[in-house]
C-alpha cells in the first residue's frame, strides 16, 4: 500500500528532499509558509496543503526541515499545528538544525499527545539533498528510530543512530557544525597566507584536497573559498549564525569553554554587519581577506 507523509518546509533543502520521496513512491501532502515553494512538487503529484496541521495524518509520518527553532515550534504547537492532528501512534521526523533543548521539549510535547518524535539533523548541502546522499543522525524512541527508517534510507545515504535521548542528534548536529565552521575559517586564512605570497588560491586548496585534507568537507568548502563563489548560497550565512548561536548556548549549559567557536561568532557577526546574511556561509573568508588587505 501507497503511505501517504507529510512534510513541512520547502526550503533549499527540504524541496529537493521531498522531490526524493515523491520519486521514491511515497504520497506526500506539503506544506510551506510561502506557498509559491510548492509548486514543482505540486506538478510531481503532490497535494499542496494551507496549514501544516493538514500536512499530518493521524498516526502518520510527518517530516520538518525548516529554518530554526522559532519556526519549528510555531508549526508543531502554534495554531494549526501537527500536534493536533498527528494523533496516536504517529510520528514526527524532525530534520532542521535546531537546539537539543527544544528537541527535548518538543518530544515531550508529542509524548503527551500519543505521538512520537525523531530528531534527525543531516549533513550535507543542497546538492546532497537532491543526490539523496545526506548523513542523518537520529536520536529518540526506537519505535520512532523504526517507523522513521524507510523515509530516511530514501534521503541519505547513512543513518547513524546516537540513543533514546531526543537531543542527542542535535548536540552531533552542532558539534559537527562547529568542526566545518572552524575548517572554513582555517581554510581562509590558510588560502589568504598562500596568497599574500604569491601562491594561487585555488592551486593550495587543490593541493590539499588531493593530498592531507582529502575528505568532502575541505574539498567542497576548499574550492568555494579558493574562487571566492559565495553566490548562490548553498548554506546561508544567517543559518550559520543561528547554528554557532546554538553551539554557544549548548557549551554554555553545559560548561565547555569553546574559543574557537566565540571567534566565529564574531566573524559571523561581522559578516551580517556587512550585509552578507544571504550569502553562503563560507563568505566569512571576506574578511579574512580584508584584514589580510586583500580586498
Ligand atoms: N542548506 C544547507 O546546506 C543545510 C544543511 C544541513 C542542514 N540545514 C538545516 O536545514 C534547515 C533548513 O535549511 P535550508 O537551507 O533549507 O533553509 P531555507 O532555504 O532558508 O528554508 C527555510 C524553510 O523554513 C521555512 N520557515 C522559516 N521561518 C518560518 C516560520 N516562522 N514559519 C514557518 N516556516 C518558516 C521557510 O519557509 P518560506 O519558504 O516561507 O521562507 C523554508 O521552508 C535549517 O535548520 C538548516 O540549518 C541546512
Redesign the pocket.
Same mark, same amino acid.
Given at each position: 500500500m501507497v503511505q501517504t507523509i507529510g512534510f513541512i518546509? $520547502?526550503?533549499? %533543502?527540504?524541496e529537493p528532499m521531498a522531490h526524493n520521496l515523491l520519486k521514491a513512491g511515497f504520497e506526500l501532502s506539503v506544506y510551506? *509558509? +510561502?506557498r509559491a &515553494?510548492a509548486e514543482s512538487l505540486a506538478k510531481q503529484g503532490a497535494r499542496v496543503v494551507d496549514q501544516p496541521s493538514q500536512a499530518a495524518t493521524p498516526g502518520g509520518i510527518v517530516v520538518t526541515? $525548516? =529554518?530554526?527553532d =522559532?519556526?519549528l515550534e =510555531?508549526?508543531v504547537l502554534g495554531p494549526h499545528g501537527i500536534a493536533e492532528t498527528l494523533g496516536e501512534g504517529g510520528t514526527h521526523v524532525s %530534520?532542521? +538544525?535546531?537546539s537539543p533543548e527544544t528537541a527535548r521539549r518538543l518530544a515531550h510535547e508529542h509524548e503527551r499527545r500519543g505521538s512520537r518524535y525523531l530528531a534527525a539533523?543531516? @549533513?550535507? *548541502?543542497?546538492e546532497a539533498a537532491a543526490a539523496a546522499k545526506l548523513w542523518i543522525c537520529v536520536s529518540g524512541a526506537d519505535a520512532a528510530q523504526n517507523a522513521a527508517a524507510p523515509v530516511l534510507q530514501v534521503l541519505g545515504q547513512g543513518v547513524h543512530a546516537f540513543g533514546e535521548d531526543p537531543g542527542a542528534a542535535n548536540v552531533v548536529k552542532l558539534a559537527g557544525n562547529f568542526l566545518i565552521a572552524a575548517a572554513i575559517e582555517a581554510l581562509a586564512e590558510s588560502l589568504a597566507l598562500g596568497q599574500k605570497n604569491g601562491i594561487d588560491r585555488t592551486a593550495l586548496a587543490g593541493f590539499f584536497a588531493q593530498t592531507i585534507f582529502a575528505c568532502p568537507i575541505y574539498q567542497n568548502y576548499g574550492r568555494i573559498i579558493a574562487t571566492e563563489q559565495y553566490e548562490p548560497p548553498? @548554506? &546561508?550565512l544567517a $543559518?550559520g549564525m &543561528?547554528?554557532i548561536g546554538l553551539v554557544l548556548d549548548t557549551a554554555q549549559r553545559s560548561l565547555v569553554p569553546m574559543p574557537l567557536a566565540s571567534l566565529l561568532r564574531d566573524r559571523l557577526i561581522g559578516s551580517l554587519a556587512h550585509g552578507r546574511q544571504d550569502l553562503d556561509w563560507t563568505a566569512i573568508a571576506l574578511a579574512v581577506s580584508a584584514d589580510a588587505g586583500l580586498r
Open positions: 518546509g $520547502l526550503g533549499q %533543502m527540504g510551506n *509558509r +510561502t &515553494k526541515m $525548516l =529554518a530554526n =522559532a519556526a =510555531a508549526v %530534520m532542521s +538544525t535546531i539533523p543531516v @549533513f550535507g *548541502r543542497p548553498g @548554506f &546561508k $543559518l &543561528k547554528d
